[in-house]
């Protein structure tokens, strides 16, 4: 069968040429060491109508647009107007708040305003506390002031802001949206896992076949978009450039983009190594390295363009995530073999083999800016 190739959705090589976690401290929330109240302030949010929500995505799959998984509901929820305080007994003390939103199968917080004092932390568990993310501290600040934090599984996610003693600097927490996950989630509330991709997918570890692209898949990732339309999934790359200085530029579809603003791109999340340890599929869903905020460098729409975006990321990524740069160059042909390196349906990632010449072909696009294979 023939498949169209997007090189800033699905990355291709040529053979002829070249547990989840944010970047964080770690550690565990103050609130499962001490035996705290629970009748902490709870905010509940009222979803849309689903009817509606799938008849606005029935129109949006018959124009080839971004298929969302998810909307944005708006909020206005900070450290000052919302959250319970606790004294702890070392002297410091704890603000939390839980926010439902019911029926999501995950959530995402959106900040607009996030700054944290140094020696502060905050952490974000789902309501079983099978999933922890944290701890999230100064580090994380970007001079935007905009933040977000990866899919929390569930329709309820706990905050939790830890203050040592003798802080005296005021956290900035205010959220302006929450992401409603009602699609393209593989993890229910009690963690299990079912792969969503078909049979025919390769994993990119599975021996022989991506034997010789262990580097290239370092520099690919998940990318969790959010856009005016919603929420959804798209694949994209660290890219190199010619001062070979890794800066760290990424590049992707710019049907995953749509038009985002500057505040939507500062809380894109992208997750790094999101695979499995070989040919079988996991039970268990595999852990990713995650980061978020990226900015605008480049783009050219699907009309009459090569539907593509290239962005640079808020922050360096950790040398942990084992990145890779991955090379480009002018050439308007690939004469393969090759592969594309690529997570479909949300999956954990995949490699597809091509030995067929390519064409420069799609229509609607610019001329000779996609490779049919």
């Not at 003390?93 to 199968?105: D, E, F």
Request: charged share 15%; net charge negative.
């Amino acid at each position: 069968m023939k498949q169209i190739l997007l090189v800033a959705i699905i990355i291709l090589f040529s053979g002829s040429s070249f547990l989840f976690a944010q970047i964080s401290q770690g550690g565990k929330p103050p609130s499962f060491k001490y035996n705290l109240k629970t009748n902490i302030d709870r905010i509940e949010l009222q979803p849309r109508q689903m009817s509606y929500v799938l008849n606005e995505e029935e129109k949006l799959a018959k124009d080839g647009s971004l298929s969302h998984i998810g909307y944005s509901l708006s909020t206005d929820i900070s450290i000052d107007n919302s959250g319970t305080w606790t004294d702890l007994p070392d002297g410091g003390k704890i603000w939390q708040l839980q926010i439902k939103a019911p029926s999501a199968l995950a959530l995402v917080v959106y900040y607009d305003n996030f700054k944290l004092p140094v020696g502060t932390k905050l952490f974000l568990y789902n309501e079983d506390k099978t999933q922890v993310i944290g701890a999230f501290n100064w580090y994380n600040n970007d001079i935007s002031g905009y933040f977000a934090n990866e899919l929390i599984y569930g329709d309820i996610v706990n905050i939790e802001y830890y203050e040592p003693e003798r802080v005296f600097s005021k956290p900035l927490i205010h959220i302006n949206q929450i992401g409603y996950i009602y699609k393209g989630v593989s993890v229910k509330k009690n963690t299990n896992w079912t792969e969503p991709s078909e049979p025919c997918e390769v994993n990119i570890n599975c021996s022989p076949v991506g034997d010789n692209w262990q580097d290239e898949k370092q520099g690919v990732a998940r990318i969790l978009v959010t856009t005016p339309g919603g929420q959804g999934w798209c694949t994209g790359s660290l890219v190199n450039n010619t001062n070979q200085d890794c800066t760290p530029y990424f590049l992707t579809a710019w049907h995953c983009y749509e038009d985002a603003t500057a505040t939507q791109l500062n809380q894109w999340i992208f997750y790094f190594n999101y695979e499995a340890s070989g040919c079988a599929t996991p039970t268990t869903e595999p852990t990713s390295n995650s980061m978020t905020g990226a900015s605008l460098k480049a783009a050219a729409d699907i009309t009459g363009g090569s539907d593509f975006i290239l962005l640079q990321l808020n922050q360096t990524v950790p040398t942990d995530y084992n990145p890779y740069m991955n090379g480009w160059n002018r050439a308007n042909s690939v004469t393969g073999p090759g592969v594309g390196i690529h997570h479909p349906n949300t999956s954990i990632k995949k490699i597809s083999t091509y030995n067929t010449t390519t064409t420069a072909t799609y229509s609607g696009s610019a001329t000779n800016a996609h490779w049919e294979i």
